[in-house]
């Protein structure tokens, strides 16, 4: 139940939301009396995640709320450096509380050249929504800690393309701080379960058409392909990335699926994969480590594809793609960044990994077989995680279990390289009430690449998934009725069947 109450009770609550430097700060915040109903202040955004139950609203700094008289609780949460702090208050009649949460940091990954982001914001997505300005998008970026928030132009179900007015070429806008950067850039999105959606990063021009595959628009075909809009994207210097990629551990089909990720990657205009978002992470990773076992290089990504406007829906900043951009924070090294792979994602806890010295995204160059030295660190002191993997080529070669309190653990392995290999550290846990966007807790890093002799990574069980995805895909482009000539429909074939022969050749014939 939520209460939006203004002056008419008669306990007034005062709050403060300051770092541990005493500076006023932007978080996320619950307000509950000791019966569980939540109050939102007057003018104030009364949220949920589209998983819970609780309602949230984001605060700057400070708050007032009227309540009734009795115990209340407080507690304020930013994004996943941080402590949540809970106060616990007995309001009198007619007597003004004020209270002082202070979040403290248990960790500052930017002062290590880290910086959080979410590739796939919407200010405004729905008809009818709350008219989210970019004042408000930066309150919210910064109350969940997005350093970088990628706030996505697009359509959604129905012709009408959102937030173009806010677009600056792909620079930060005025609104945004040293510390939080807002940048409006863009969503393409095939509408009819036939190739998927893609944010596109980095971008100095928008790339049109916005959508496919939209009935009765002008863009009702199943062309151009995702392709043609990726390429246009990376011809400009920008980062491509798919977005909610699939439900199950299997070839996709079905609407808002990645199902042409596996074309536009071997064919070199897409980065990155959104192995976290709003989707199933399992086979967010079954997809992702087909991909890496046919030496194709990709960078672990996560969009909560939030949609700002809507009070109940998934929470921007829910899942974070962290990147090693280093300092001072720009969006042009970000970007560069991301598309180099240096890169981790987690709903929650922090997650590293080095290889013989070496970080995600980077090479090892080897003229000989031999071992390399393998250290997997994951530290998660608010939600506490159950597993911590290290995978090779797809497989899980160790794991360890963390402390007690499910806060802490390291893995330190030896592995033997005998083939091009791809080397990357994940953990899993279990539900958690601040994994808001997610079923249970979860991290992966980017792989680190060893390549012996200069051979790619290649295993051929794996191409031949890829080209059963493929000649799946293909059998709907085949019997699509959303081709306007036959010319466009044999282009995508011929496409689609270029890429194909990538994955066939890693076959042994």
Not at 324 to 348: C, D, H, I, M, Q
Request: one cysteine or more; hydrophobic letters at 40%.
């Amino acid at each position: 139940m939520i209460l939006f109450v203004g002056f008419l009770l008669s306990a007034p609550l005062w709050v403060r939301v300051v770092d541990d430097r005493g500076t006023p700060a932007a978080a996320r915040v619950y307000v509950r009396d000791q019966a569980g109903k939540n109050y939102v202040p007057s003018g104030s955004l009364g949220r949920q995640s589209g998983r819970g139950s609780e309602t949230f609203f984001h605060a700057s700094g400070y708050f007032q709320l009227d309540l009734p008289a009795g115990e209340v609780t407080v507690e304020a949460v930013k994004g996943f450096e941080y402590v949540p702090v809970t106060y616990k208050a007995e309001l009198k009649p007619n007597q003004t509380t004020a209270v002082t949460l202070t979040l403290r940091r248990w960790t500052d990954l930017p002062a290590l050249g880290w910086h959080s982001g979410d590739v796939h914001m919407h200010p405004n997505h729905v008809l009818g929504g709350v008219d989210m300005t970019l004042e408000d998008c930066r309150l919210y970026a910064q109350a969940e800690d997005v350093r970088v928030a990628n706030l996505l132009i697009s359509s959604t179900d129905a012709d009408h393309v959102y937030d173009t007015e806010y677009f600056l070429g792909g620079r930060p806008d005025p609104l945004s701080t040293s510390d939080y950067l807002l940048v409006v850039q863009q969503e393409f999105r095939n509408v009819s379960a036939m190739y998927g959606h893609m944010p596109l990063l980095g971008i100095s021009k928008l790339v049109e058409p916005f959508f496919s595959g939209q009935p009765d628009s002008q863009q009702w075909e199943d062309y151009p392909p995702n392709y043609t809009i990726a390429k246009a994207a990376k011809d400009q210097g920008g980062a491509v990335c798919y977005t909610h990629p699939a439900d199950r551990e299997e070839i996709p089909v079905g609407p808002h699926l990645a199902r042409e990720f596996a074309v536009d990657l071997a064919l070199g205009v897409v980065d990155a994969l959104d192995i976290l978002g709003n989707r199933v992470e399992e086979a967010g990773c079954w997809m992702y480590y087909r991909v890496l076992n046919c030496g194709l290089k990709c960078t672990a990504s996560s969009g909560s594809d939030s949609r700002m406007d809507v009070l109940r829906h998934a929470v921007s900043g829910g899942g974070k793609v962290y990147v090693k951009s280093g300092n001072p924070l720009t969006y042009e090294k970000w970007v560069a960044g991301y598309k180099a792979g240096r890169t981790f994602v987690t709903n929650g806890p922090m997650l590293f990994l080095e290889v013989d010295g070496k970080e995600p995204g980077e090479e090892i160059h080897l003229s000989r077989p031999r071992t390399v030295k393998v250290r997997a660190r994951a530290q998660s002191p608010v939600v506490p995680f159950t597993v911590l993997e290290l995978i090779v080529n797809g497989r899980v070669v160790a794991s360890a279990k963390p402390s007690v309190d499910g806060s802490a653990a390291e893995l330190n392995h030896v592995i033997r390289i005998d083939r091009s290999s791809w080397v990357a550290a994940r953990l899993w846990g279990d539900r958690h009430r601040l994994v808001v966007n997610d079923p249970k807790a979860f991290a992966h890093t980017s792989p680190v690449y060893c390549y012996l002799n200069k051979q790619r990574i290649a295993f051929p069980e794996d191409a031949k998934i890829m080209v059963a995805w493929i000649d799946r895909l293909l059998q709907d482009v085949v019997a699509s009725p959303r081709f306007s000539t036959e010319a466009r429909r044999n282009e995508v074939i011929g496409l689609f069947r270029k890429a194909q022969k990538y994955y066939k050749d890693i076959i042994p014939r």
